[in-house]
């Protein structure tokens, strides 16, 4: 594609894209962006990043000039024309001579909520019209199968096409706050094995449970959803076997946080791992291994890890990728 038909392209995306020289300049901005920064497209040309970008955004981005590899920026602080502030994702890449800027607006949930990413509301919508469809069909052929475990499958998918459809429901409509109430994560476990059970190709299923970890409080839909995820995620990576693991660890760090007691769900898989040029940016909104991936998922699972005051992280080498899912057992409180 050349440059003019990048730019088409590029203004007509919904997601703010920028194009700064090395003096952190701007040279072109979208107007997807534009609008968010009270900004006329032509009058921004420019005009300095530190207008709209805090001090330490403004640090990363020379650090990616130097450095010429691209960062991903979690939560930096994005200032419009009329001093309206709010949070971002921005993935910055070196681009000629210059820096092209991705940026996400954090779209701000009720209080007991967490940031939102608008990536994922998109992502929300998308997939209601589909989610749809699979349940109307399911219903189709839960009535029309003799067969008893047919008919549970097709139960299964109506299940699922349910608990994905009220996710998206959350996510579009800001009413995002997680349905605490407890959890028994064991459960949720087994859960996840009949539904991988109905896989085409049905994965090797190992379980390493500590008996003694006690229900958490949580969401259990938006848990079960994190655990799918991962699942699905080693699978089409090419796992043959996985591992399903809980322990309780005592004094773990969290960001900020000392958990006194947290909960690890291990979903440990035999695939080729993690490929190194993703590990820095896995959790990243449209960051995926494969061709036909969307990577939403483990960004969607992260936010869901955090909005329950827990992480979820990775450890990857071949024949061993481990995501650790750390969830704490007793209140978090806002």
Known sequence: MNEAGWRVWAEQMATG???????L???????????WLELGPRSAVGQPLGLWLDEEALAQASRVLAEQRPLQCRGMS??????????????????????LLEVHALVAPPSNGSPLSATLRGFAHEVKNP??????????LQRRVGSED??????????EADRLGTLANRLLHHDGAAQLGPVNIHQLLERLADLLQAEPVPPQLRHDYDPSVPDLHGDAGRLQQVLL??????LEAGAHTLTLRTRVEHGLRVGERMLRMALRVDVIDDGPGVPIQLRDTLFQPLVSGRADGTGLGLALSREIAHEHGGELRCTSRPGETVFSLYLPLERVHD
Request: no cysteine; charged share 15%.
């Open 17 to 23: 894209l920028a194009w700064v020289d090395a003096g």
């Open 25 to 35: 300049r701007l040279l072109w901005i979208n107007p997807a962006l534009a609008e």
């Open 150 to 159: 047919l008919q549970a499958l097709a139960g299964l998918i109506i299940d």
């Open 229 to 234: 995820n991962l699942a699905r995620n080693a």
């Open 78 to 99: 994005l200032v419009a024309a009329s001093g309206r502030e709010t949070l971002a994702d921005i993935a910055l890449q070196p681009f000629d001579d210059g820096l």
């Open 131 to 140: 989610l749809a469809g699979l349940r109307g069909a399911a219903q189709l």
